[in-house]
């Protein structure tokens, strides 16, 4: 995938099609028809966790898909490594989307090193951010796409009942 793709998404919905751990829901096939009905109500892009689900849902909707793997339950775990946003490429991944927080990555790599290993790969990067200066930063490292999914839940970001608008407006 090139620039292109990250201008089509420009200004249009990407749904996020997971489940967490030991719900009912999480299960390739269930989630593969989260994406199909995403598609159907008019989604730009899905974005799903795990290998296996990217792999399926590639195979099943034409729209970018949006892998993540969340490996753990604290500190780093949205693509933890560079091994995970490999596999998400090799599942067939448009775009790999990693936390970019200035939290210390489980392998010692940096932001940077994944977004590096993902372009060469062929794929884009998109960067989970807390704040206005991570998504700044992650821009400056190489990242196509920034979004606001770590906004609430990272020390230092504001705690939030509902989606930060304003962080949104100000990455914008």
Known sequence: MTLPLADALKGRLIVSCQAPPGD????????????????????????????????AAVAAVDLPVIGLWKDGDSGVFIT???????????????????????RPRPDGSTFADLVE????????????VSTFDEGREAAEQGADL??????????GSPVQTAPDLALVADLA
């Open 24 to 55: 009912p829901m999480r299960h390739t096939d269930t989630l593969v028809r989260m994406t199909l009905a995403a598609r159907a109500g008019g989604a730009a892009a899905v974005r799903v966790n795990d290998p296996e689900v990217v792999a």
């Open 80 to 102: 933890p490594t560079v091994r995970h946003a490999l596999a998400l490429v090799d599942a067939g991944a448009a775009v790999v989307a990693a936390d970019a927080t200035a």
């Open 117 to 128: 290993a993902v372009h060469e790969a062929g794929a884009l990067v998109m960067a989970d």
């Open 146 to 155: 920034v979004g606001t999914t770590l906004s609430g839940y990272v020390p």
